[in-house]
């Protein structure tokens, strides 16, 4: 599942959005035009219960529940296990956070384009597999 949002075109007036849009290569056009965030939240939640979800991984997970553990998302926190990129850091034996890309080089997982949620959430998940994989045959 992906989607586009529209949260409210104040948000697009916000500090950061320029740069945000740049690194996404999403249009302001395309959020205006987008279902509003609580719609799409609720497709999220309700996909989520449908394949009964039990927990979470995401590569920033820091970051990711900033916003995803607070409305509309109101995804559960304590559902949140791990966070890929502090995985692969510690795989990587890396003084610094890896970014994605970074760390889909180094375990050889294929990036077909950044900063999109689904492709993005694809790749952190092969990463994660690849950790486990490495860390179950040690």
Same mark, same amino acid.
């Given at each position: 599942?992906?989607?586009?949002?529209?949260?409210?075109?104040?948000?697009?007036?916000?500090?950061?959005?320029?740069?945000?849009?740049?690194?996404?290569?999403?249009?302001?056009?395309?959020?205006?035009?987008?279902?509003?965030?609580?719609?799409?939240?609720?497709? %999220?939640?309700?996909?989520?219960?449908?394949?009964? @979800?039990?927990?979470?991984? #995401?590569?920033? +997970?820091?970051? /990711?529940? !900033?916003?995803?553990?607070?409305?509309?998302?109101?995804?559960?926190?304590?559902?949140?296990?791990?966070?890929?990129?502090?995985?692969?850091?510690?795989?990587?034996?890396?003084?610094?956070?890896?970014? %994605?890309?970074?760390?889909?080089?180094?375990?050889? @997982?294929?990036?077909?384009? #950044?900063?999109? +949620?689904?492709? /993005?959430? !694809?790749?952190?998940?092969?990463?994660?597999?690849?950790?486990?994989?490495?860390?179950?045959?040690?």
């Amino acid at each position: 599942y992906s989607s586009v949002c529209n949260p409210g075109a104040a948000a697009l007036m916000e500090p950061g959005t320029d740069k945000a849009l740049e690194i996404s290569g999403i249009t302001r056009e395309e959020i205006l035009a987008a279902r509003s965030c609580e719609e799409v939240a609720a497709d %999220l939640r309700a996909l989520l219960a449908a394949h009964q @979800v039990q927990t979470y991984h #995401a590569f920033n +997970a820091e970051f /990711d529940l !900033r916003f995803l553990c607070r409305p509309p998302w109101n995804l559960d926190a304590r559902k949140f296990l791990g966070c890929v990129m502090l995985e692969a850091q510690r795989e990587m034996d890396s003084r610094k956070w890896p970014r %994605l890309i970074e760390a889909a080089d180094y375990f050889g @997982v294929e990036q077909p384009s #950044a900063h999109r +949620a689904l492709p /993005d959430a !694809r790749v952190a998940a092969a990463i994660h597999r690849e950790i486990a994989k490495r860390t179950a045959a040690r």
